[in-house]
């Protein structure tokens, strides 16, 4: 008898993810609906699951398996609900009015901040800029602190493993001022080479922006080694947190970096929606990145003055709607808790690894340990694109493709990969799935080459 991954995974349903499992349901339901994890950790994977609607829709008549978190992750009632709670009843525009909906939509909107304010770990809400996502964040960066204090000659230390968005703002930035890009070498098994690190640093460059997480490998970088590293060299540095504030409270404090960019959309909450933290200091420090209404102090014909951080980067009406959300999927992280939702998604990885090893033909890409549950494969000679559409067929969603890794592709000498990646709220007979779909596919192709 084949091997599962629910057995795999030595993961129980009553204390996987979730709230505490309880003889009456809809208790559970109750305290899955606030996210709250129970009094003694325990969980119920099946409670947690039933406040994501989508989860529970079939795709081609087959149960949906969610796989794409990486790319965007779902959103449960409790973010659905305030979200439409605020457009139904307290919708306006924000910091502008004396009237009642006004103030109340200021208060959601800065409740919010203070939320996300927590999840990244800093006591100051005011180092937290909303931005549309972690790619604006770094681009707001790059061209506020960037065009102010980066010149000709200059050098910024970038990975060979980055985002799109933590590559191309730093290429336009160079494009403008002249300053010099510097990569850090990826190994073979795709951790980050430290000792290159050391040869870029001994040139003291102005700043270093590595991602905390990779999208395509899953890799966990050690982040605070690199920003001691880097400190020791005089330069700032700026984290890509995208897939990092979705599994972890940040904590920028421990990190001790000066910037960190994430997004809402990766942890629960609405699209269109991010956050740039970074010490206050810099924010002081730093010209408006656009300008317009929200962001001035006053305004003459002659000239103005900007607001106090971190509204001086916040220029025009914001996505109020979306912040809001964005501040309500924090608190649902908080309250579910950090280290339970680690201690599943470590079970889902190690299950998923002990699967995906089994599968004859199937090259794994990324580290085995210090990496989150995102899985980049190749399969034989099937093209990663056919992959995902196999798998579809079977109610199976993963993404296929460069994953906006295009340089990192070429380092592995590929041109695309398919990526499963896991959530807190996925299961263990989802990696089954995954693995009966690959071997579907291994019969519509004839076998994997």
Not at 15 to 41: K, Y
Not at 327 to 350: N, P
């Amino acid at each position: 008898m084949a091997k599962t991954a629910e057995t795999a995974a030595l993961t129980d349903t009553r204390h996987a993810t979730g709230v505490l499992a309880t003889g009456n349901p809809s208790a559970a339901a109750d305290r899955g609906d606030s996210g709250e994890a129970s009094e003694d950790g325990g969980w119920d994977l099946g409670a947690i699951r039933a406040q994501f609607p989508i989860l529970s829709r079939e795709v081609n008549g087959h149960p949906l398996a969610y796989l794409d978190n990486a790319a965007s992750s779902q959103q449960p009632l409790r973010v659905l609900h305030r979200v439409e709670r605020y457009l139904r009843e307290e919708h306006a525009n924000v910091h502008r009015g004396v009237h009642q909906l006004s103030a109340e939509a200021t208060e959601a909107y800065e409740g919010a901040r203070r939320a996300v304010a927590a999840h990244a770990g800093t006591g100051d809400p005011a180092e937290i800029v909303f931005t549309r996502g972690t790619t604006e964040a770094v681009n707001l960066v790059a061209s506020s602190w960037g065009d102010a204090f980066i010149g000709a000659g200059d050098e910024i230390v970038l990975t060979k493993m980055e985002h799109h968005s933590n590559l191309v703002p730093w290429q336009l930035l160079a494009g403008r001022t002249g300053c010099d890009l510097r990569f850090v070498d990826v190994t073979l098994e795709g951790t980050l080479d430290l000792d290159d690190l050391d040869r870029l640093l001994a040139t003291r460059p102005r700043l270093v922006a590595c991602t905390h997480v990779s999208n395509s490998l899953g890799t966990v970088n050690p982040v605070r080694e690199i920003v001691d590293r880097a400190h020791a060299a005089g330069a700032l540095t700026l984290i890509d947190g995208a897939q990092a504030a979705p599994h972890m409270l940040t904590d920028v404090a421990k990190l001790g970096c000066d910037f960190y960019a994430f997004s809402s959309h990766k942890m629960c909450g609405p699209t269109g929606v991010g956050a740039l933290w970074a010490r206050r200091e810099l924010l002081e420090e730093m010209p408006p990145y656009q300008g317009g209404g929200e962001m001035i102090s006053e305004v003459k014909l002659e000239g103005s003055s900007w607001a106090k951080v971190p509204h001086k980067f916040e220029a025009g009406t914001p996505n109020i709607s979306g912040v809001v959300g964005f501040g309500e999927a924090a608190r649902f992280l908080a309250d579910l808790g950090s280290e339970a939702i680690a201690s599943h998604e470590d079970a889902l990885k190690r299950a998923a690894l002990e699967r995906l090893d089994e599968i004859e033909g199937l090259r794994l890409y990324g580290p085995r340990e210090e990496r989150t549950a995102v899985f980049s494969f190749t399969y034989g000679d099937v093209h990663p694109h056919d992959l995902s559409t196999i798998l579809d067929q079977r109610g199976i969603a993963i993404r296929a493709g460069h994953h906006c890794n295009q340089p990192l592709m070429d380092h592995f000498g590929i041109s695309a990969t398919a990526r499963a990646s896991f959530y807190f709220y996925n299961s263990p007979q989802e990696i089954d799935a995954l693995c009966d779909g690959l071997a579907l596919a291994a019969e519509v192709f004839g076998g994997i080459a």
